[in-house]
């Protein structure tokens, strides 16, 4: 198992922004799709954003559109997630996955090869 590496979450007030960003230790990431996903205590996983390996179609939950957008750099074997106008429903554990034949754009939670612990995102009321 190759675990995919989130950072950049953190405690923030509502209404101000956040980049997460999402890289792999031992994976080339550019060779696939990769989701966001997130989940907030005692809820299940919730489908957060996908993004093709070469990053020429996004897909978003209803959530999220609009606020969010995820992005990559291939170059820097990166995949980011810009949050803007974070509210307290944003509140969760944000993490990336990947699994080379996952079907795209279907907003699935399951069915990951790699991903990763998570990076905490805390929005104040």
């Known amino acids: 198992h190759v675990q995919l590496v989130e950072s950049g979450g953190g405690l923030v007030p509502a209404w101000t922004s956040l980049r997460l960003s999402c890289a792999a230790s031992?994976?080339?990431?550019?060779?696939?799709?990769v989701d966001w996903f997130r989940q907030a205590p005692g809820k299940e996983r919730e489908f957060v954003a996908a993004i093709t390996w070469s990053g020429d179609r996004t897909v978003y939950a209803d959530a999220v559109k609009g606020r969010f957008t995820i992005s990559r750099d291939n170059a820097k074997n990166r995949v980011y997630l810009q949050t803007n106008s974070l509210n307290p429903e944003d509140t969760a554990v944000y993490s990336c996955?990947?699994?080379?034949?996952?079907?795209?754009?279907?907003?699935?939670?399951?069915?990951?090869?790699?991903w990763g612990q998570g990076t905490q995102v805390t929005v104040s009321s």
């Open positions: 996955g990947a699994g080379p034949r996952r079907p795209f754009g279907e907003r699935l939670v399951s069915g990951y090869d790699y």
């Open positions: 031992g994976l080339t990431l550019s060779r696939y799709a």
